[in-house]
């Protein structure tokens, strides 16, 4: 269900280069507004490659010895079938 949001207090460079975009892009400016957020939040949804490295190494994982054990471990469940 849609909700209505209220921002109050915005300075005005911001309001203005929101003006802009909304003319620039042939929006009105509550159309503007939710296709900044709607973009923002899609970029938050996004794993960069930068972003998966670092969330990678925050598991600490020892990949190279753990990944040869899981190999091993499935070539040996391959073999006893």
Do not use: Y
Not at 15 to 30: F, N, P
Not at 37 to 45: H, S, T
């Amino acid at each position: 269900m849609p909700m209505n949001l209220s921002i109050k207090n915005v300075p005005d460079h911001l309001a203005e280069e929101v003006r802009k975009g909304a003319a620039k892009h042939h929006r009105s400016l509550q159309g503007e507004l939710i296709s900044i957020l709607e973009e923002v939040v899609a970029q938050e949804k996004m794993l960069t490659p930068n972003r998966f490295l670092k969330e990678l190494r925050a598991l600490s994982l020892k990949t190279p010895s753990e990944s040869l054990k899981i190999i091993r471990r499935d070539r040996d469940a391959r073999s006893s079938r």
